[in-house]
């Protein structure tokens, strides 16, 4: 079955430092992988996927992530954080090999917290 | 602006009561979603429309129930049968479908926060 996993329910960061969201999953074929973020009271924003190619992806606001397959992990980065990043951060997951169903499963979230 | 709205953004019933809630899209997807959220328990799919007409139950469909009789529209009615309705409530739209959603990120709408007493 699917899973992802986001293991830390809060990240702390200082403006200007760099920022790491975790995120690890579970499939049995190849996995396609999602980082959204949601501000409050608002739905969710596509930030960057991972279907194929280059490990390290590129997305909106400047985050990237980057693919392992040998740790199953799809780690959200950022070199410098903002204020403004602060926000609810979620990882989702899906694949359309044997055994699996083709939806996109949703971590739990890590909310992001930015100080000045 | 192309996007999908969802309304009202705030309802409030009395429990017992069945309760409709709108999504309504212009970007011309195929497919639509819709989720629940709840504090600490990520998003969870309750019905998903491929094409018009069509729809099928996610992994939290009971209590709940949807129509898709145009393109544009996918609807969400929260029935007295749904034992805890309390929560935030997101539609969804994608030019994929469940089967291909690795392929096409989701376009959310703002959500409608439902309360019931």
């Known amino acids: 079955a699917q899973s992802v996993a986001q293991p830390e329910d809060q990240v702390n960061v200082a403006e200007g430092n760099p920022l790491t969201v975790k995120c690890t999953y579970s499939?049995?074929?190849?996995?396609?992988l999602f980082w959204y973020v949601q501000y409050p009271n608002r739905g969710l924003q596509f930030l960057l996927k991972y279907i194929t190619g280059d490990n390290l992806v590129k997305g909106s606001y400047g985050f990237e992530a980057e693919f392992n397959k040998s740790q199953t992990s799809f780690h959200l980065k950022k070199p410098s954080a903002l204020v403004s990043d602060s926000a609810l951060y979620f990882c989702?997951?899906?694949?359309?090999?044997?055994?699996?169903?083709?939806?996109?499963?949703f971590g739990q979230g890590t909310t992001l917290q930015v100080k000045p | 602006d192309g996007g999908i709205t969802q309304s009202p953004k705030y309802l409030f019933r009395k429990e017992g009561q069945n309760v409709t809630l709108s999504c309504e899209q212009n970007?011309?997807?195929?497919?639509m979603y819709w989720y629940r959220q709840d504090p600490g328990q990520g998003l969870r799919l309750i019905y998903y429309s491929q094409i018009v007409n069509d729809f099928q139950k996610g992994d939290i469909a009971e209590g709940y129930s949807v129509s898709r009789e145009k393109k544009e529209s996918f609807p969400l009615t929260v029935t007295s049968a749904q034992k805890n309705p309390t929560a935030f409530y997101l539609c969804?739209?994608?030019?994929?479908?469940?089967?291909?959603?690795?392929?096409?990120?989701?376009?959310f709408g703002n959500g409608t926060r439902l309360t019931v007493t």
């Open positions: 499939v049995s074929g190849n996995p396609y």
């Open positions: 970007l011309n997807h195929d497919a």
């Open positions: 969804a739209s994608s030019t994929g479908t469940p089967r291909s959603s690795y392929n096409s990120p989701l376009h």
């Open positions: 989702a997951v899906s694949s359309h090999g044997s055994g699996n169903t083709g939806k996109l499963i």
